[in-house]
T-cell receptor, first 112, second 112 residues
Framework: AQSVTQLDSQVPVFEEAPVELRCNYSSSVSVYLFWYVQYPNQGLQLLLKYLSGSTLVESINGFEAEFNKSQTSFHLRKPSVHISDTAEYFCAVSEGNEKLTFGTGTRLTIIP | DVKVTQSSRYLVKRTGEKVFLECVQDMDHENMFWYRQDPGLGLRLIYFSYDVKMKEKGDIPEGYSVSREKKERFSLILESASTNQTSMYLC???????????FGDGTRLSIL
């Protein structure tokens, strides 16, 4: 069965500093990987996804994630964070069926 | 843009009551999902539906049921509410396949 581990429940970062949010998955078959973001008092929004092709995927607001099959990881990075990036970030995995399995989330706090 | 609407943002009910949470989407999506979100546990899938009148159990279906009589509406039912069902409930919809799930803003349910 598929599973996702987000090792850090909270990550504080100074504004304009780089950040990495870690995500590792477990699956016996090929997977599809997603990062969702939840801003305060809102539902989740898709940030980026890996389905196939290039292992490096990017979002429109400067985040990127790299699929690493040998390390079973899909870490999310941004070279310079902004106050508006304050949110909770969820990694999710699908084995190609209709279900998504979510990680426990990482709360990103930006320090001015 | 896709709109997923959950009927209530906040709801307070008493133990033993039958509780209905409603979700409506406006993009003719086949798939709909109900999750609950708890601190430190992330999102857990309760039930999902591939299409009208179809339903599948998720990871934590106990104490819940669902109804999908029309394509745009997916209802979550707590048959006899208990205090351990106090949580944030999120509805999502998606076109069949690996596309992104579109989330509502959530219903924060308190069972007293």
């Amino acid at each position: 069965a598929q599973s996702v581990t987000q090792l850090d429940s909270q990550v504080p970062v100074f504004e304009e500093a780089p950040v990495e949010l870690r995500c590792n998955y477990s699956s016996s078959v090929s997977v599809y990987l997603f990062w969702y973001v939840q801003y305060p008092n809102q539902g989740l929004q898709l940030l980026l996804k890996y389905l196939s092709g290039s292992t490096l995927v990017e979002s429109i607001n400067g985040f990127e994630a790299e699929f690493n099959k040998s390390q079973t990881s899909f870490h999310l990075r941004k070279p310079s964070v902004h106050i508006s990036d304050t949110a909770e970030y969820f990694c999710a995995v699908s084995e190609g069926n209709e279900k998504l399995t979510f990680g426990t989330g990482t709360r990103l706090t930006i320090i001015p | 843009d896709v709109k997923v609407t959950q009927s209530s943002r906040y709801l307070v009910k008493r133990t033993g009551e039958k509780v209905f949470l409603e979700c409506v989407q406006d993009m003719d999506h086949e798939n709909m999902f109900w999750y609950r979100q708890d601190p430190g546990l992330g999102l857990r899938l309760i039930y999902f539906s591939y299409d009208v009148k179809m339903k599948e159990k998720g990871d934590i279906p106990e104490g819940y049921s669902v109804s999908r009589e029309k394509k745009e509406r997916f209802s979550l039912i707590l048959e006899s509410a208990s205090t351990n069902q106090t949580s944030m409930y999120l509805c999502a919809s998606r076109r069949t396949g690996l596309g992104r799930q579109h989330f509502g803003d959530g219903t924060r349910l308190s069972i007293l």
